[in-house]
């Protein structure tokens, strides 16, 4: 279970700054600043679990690789 939490971590945090990022560009403080505590939270989750684990930085980095790719996506449909 500790796997499938820190993956879904760094996804959400992945995908968050993306919108986080998004926010600042189109000068929207009170959204960025959401999404300031939501990627600082999920962040949190992640760091705390591979702290206590070295094992669960598999799940995290694939965590962010996949978050990252979808935040991309995300973002480039909004585009167009």
């Known amino acids: 279970m500790d ?9 959400i945090t992945d ?3 993306t919108l986080y990022i998004k926010s600042i560009n ?4 009170l959204t960025a600043s959401f999404w300031a505590v939501v990627l600082t939270f ?3 989750v992640a760091v705390i679990n591979y702290t206590r684990d070295n094992t669960m930085l598999i799940p995290a ?5 996949v978050g990252t ?9 909004n585009e167009t």
């Open 3 to 11: 796997y499938i939490i820190t993956f879904m971590a760094l996804f």
């Open 61 to 65: 980095l694939l965590g962010a690789f």
């Open 42 to 44: 999920a962040a949190s």
């Open 69 to 77: 790719y979808v935040g991309m996506k995300i973002k480039n449909s």
């Open 15 to 17: 995908v968050v700054n």
């Open 26 to 29: 189109n000068e929207k403080p």
